[in-house]
């Protein structure tokens, strides 16, 4: 059974920093595309960051994240991790976060219907 279980989500004030962790696990499961999406109530979910590995490897963000947001593995202890900077009120969402075994192209990589596996998500409040 896969699980991706997020955690480091909390209230903070603008241009604040946090550091989200995704945990993977399931012995079947080869996260070669990971991603964070996130979502507020009565919105789509929103694609972030994602980070495929392996030869030709390559990461992803969205144009509002860009530059303020990182994503990065610790691929020893299954762990996905997104490093938010200069954090605006418009970044408070639920933050999930997603995986898949494929090595999605990168057009595919933003798109939610690419990943079977997820997490539960965990709240990010930015207080402005």
């Known amino acids: 059974q896969v699980q991706l279980v997020e955690s480091g989500g909390g209230l903070l004030q603008a241009g604040g920093s946090l550091k989200l962790a995704c945990q993977t696990s399931?012995?079947?499961?080869?996260?070669?595309?990971m991603a964070w999406f996130r979502q507020v109530p009565g919105k789509e979910r929103e694609f972030v960051a994602a980070?495929?590995?392996?030869?030709?490897?390559?990461?992803r963000y969205a144009d509002s994240v860009r530059g303020r947001f990182t994503i990065s593995r610790d691929s020893g202890k299954n762990t996905l991790y997104l490093q938010m900077t200069s954090l605006k009120a418009e970044d408070t969402a639920v933050y999930y976060c997603?995986?898949?075994?494929?090595?999605?192209?990168?057009?595919?990589?933003?798109?939610?219907?690419?990943?079977?596996?997820w997490g539960q998500g965990t709240q990010v409040t930015v207080s402005s």
């Open positions: 997603a995986g898949t075994g494929s090595g999605l192209i990168f057009s595919s990589m933003a798109r939610a219907d690419q990943y079977p596996y």
């Open positions: 980070s495929r590995r392996g030869v030709g490897g390559t990461t």
């Open positions: 399931g012995q079947t499961f080869t996260p070669t595309t």
